[in-house]
């Protein structure tokens, strides 16, 4: 397999992915969505990839079928966001949005079972880490893109126009990644071997922050939790890990219910006019390109550091921006003044994120007994999309009586997430102090 080419047709299909991942929420609220509606249309989204990674993970597990469903999950990515423009309403897209997710999600760990092909597996972790940085650069791509493309086409056409033409865009970048995918990938093999990849991903914490950098959610998912005996997981699972699953659902709702509101803000209440869709193009990219340049630095500190301690003040410091935003987009009266403020707000909101999505595998691996560390970064993944979903409509619901509040609650959330997180990391080091002095009381 010619490993740079078919990475590219894997980066096309991030270019499209993040594009409509800001596209279909400006085009709901193009077509009059509420913020409620925004939250549904997020909550959903959340709510398909689960299954999406569960399903076609196994299928390509049992039938060794991989070409054939990365084809297929793809060409449907393509097939749904050109069909998405001509949806006769809201409720149709935000159920089209959904299958987009779903077949996106089904992806993940079918391309990184393709990864591993020929590859020894020592060399699988640094294979995972090039995956992800080829996804996450077309990522940022297809938000770039979606800047200059919306931001040219609302000069010459209407902004919903402008808008059913990126579609076109994006479908016709995942229809390339498909061809591309169809043309340079190997023949099907009878079975792939899961069982060594699912052990690389359980402990690619350990191998530096390539493995752990940008977690692909629906690979981990999926290979955390193949195997997963829900009993067994329950006996084995500690207090420690309970409770800081708690706190994660608190800090992941908070994020949602932050982000599905934000399109209807940043285009209608900001300024009390809002900014056009090229300018919130721009600030997403801001936000993507400030955390993919500080995964590797913030890597190599978290190696350094207590890695509880740093997500605790990147979570502060979250939770300090979402309100922040709000603020400086309702109560800046001069325009340049307030794209300027929210841009800052944007940027600390990926910095930060950087930091939160690094620390919290190591969290989890340093908390989970070694029996089922695996299966934990199964659980938090999982547990990332449903307190998403959750969020999502928590968010979209309070926004309806003021974005403020909203983002306000966001940042509430936030903050109890952190407090959990610091509460525990000052019981494990009580528990650390006791016992050192237990093991000297013996010594002695």
């Keep these: 397999m010619d490993?740079?080419?078919?990475?590219?047709?894997?980066?096309?299909a991030g270019v499209a992915l993040g594009g409509a991942s800001l596209l279909v929420p400006l085009y709901v609220v193009a077509l009059g969505g509420s913020a409620t509606a925004l939250g549904v249309l997020a909550g959903t989204a959340a709510l398909a990839g689960a299954p999406g990674a569960l399903l076609v993970g196994r299928l390509a597990d049992r039938t060794g079928h991989r070409r054939t469903y990365l084809v297929g999950s793809l060409g449907l990515v393509a097939a749904v966001l050109v069909a998405l423009p001509v949806l006769p309403g809201i409720w149709a897209v935000v159920a089209a949005n959904a299958v987009v997710w779903l077949a996106a999600a089904a992806a993940g760990?079918?391309?990184?079972?393709?990864?591993?092909?020929?590859?020894?597996?020592?060399?699988?972790?640094?294979?995972?880490?090039?995956?992800?940085?080829?996804?996450?650069?077309?990522?940022?791509?297809?938000l770039l893109l979606g800047?200059?493309?919306?931001?040219?086409?609302?000069?010459?056409?209407?902004?919903?126009?402008?808008?059913r033409t990126f579609f076109l865009a994006c479908?016709?970048?995942?229809?390339?990644?498909?061809?591309?995918?169809?043309?340079?990938?190997?023949?099907?093999?009878?079975?792939a071997r899961v069982g060594p990849v699912s052990r690389a991903l359980s402990r690619s914490q350990r191998v530096g922050v390539r493995g752990t950098t940008v977690p692909v959610w629906p690979s981990r998912l999926y290979f955390a939790t193949r195997r997963l005996d829900p009993r067994a997981f329950v006996r084995r699972l500690t207090p420690r890990l309970t409770a800081y699953f708690g706190a994660a659902g608190l800090f992941f709702?908070?994020?949602?219910?932050?982000?599905?509101?934000l399109p209807l803000f940043l285009t209608d209440a900001v300024d009390g006019a809002g900014f056009g869709d090229g300018v919130v193009f721009g600030l997403y990219l801001v936000n993507s390109v400030g955390s993919a340049v500080l995964y590797a630095r913030v890597g190599d500190l978290a190696s350094r550091r207590d890695p509880a301690l740093l997500q605790v003040g990147g979570l502060g410091l979250r939770a300090l921006a979402f309100p922040a935003v709000g603020a400086a987009g309702l109560l800046v009266a001069d325009d340049r003044a307030a794209l300027a403020a929210v841009t800052a707000a944007f940027l600390l909101v990926g910095v930060t994120w950087a930091v939160i999505a690094v620390t919290g595998t190591t969290?989890?691996?340093?908390?989970?007994p070694p029996a089922i560390k695996g299966e934990a970064l199964g659980v938090y993944a999982a547990l990332a999309a449903v307190a998403g979903a959750v969020g999502s409509l928590v968010g979209g619901v309070v926004a309806e009586s003021g974005y403020l509040p909203a983002f306000v609650v966001a940042g509430g959330l936030v903050v109890a997430g952190g407090v959990c997180v610091l509460t525990l990391r000052w019981a494990g080091s009580g528990q650390a102090a006791r016992a050192g002095r237990t093991a000297e009381g013996e010594s002695d």
């Design 3 to 12: 490993t740079d080419r078919w990475l590219l047709a894997w980066a096309l």
């Design 363 to 368: 969290v989890v691996t340093r908390l989970a």
């Design 109 to 142: 760990p079918v391309v990184t079972l393709l990864s591993t092909v020929g590859a020894r597996e020592a060399e699988w972790p640094a294979r995972f880490g090039r995956l992800n940085k080829y996804h996450g650069w077309g990522w940022a791509g297809g």
């Design 171 to 191: 479908g016709a970048c995942a229809a390339v990644g498909t061809l591309g995918a169809w043309r340079w990938l190997p023949a099907d093999v009878r079975r």
């Design 253 to 261: 709702a908070g994020f949602a219910a932050f982000f599905a509101p």
């Design 147 to 163: 800047t200059v493309w919306v931001a040219v086409g609302t000069r010459v056409a209407t902004p919903v126009l402008a808008q």
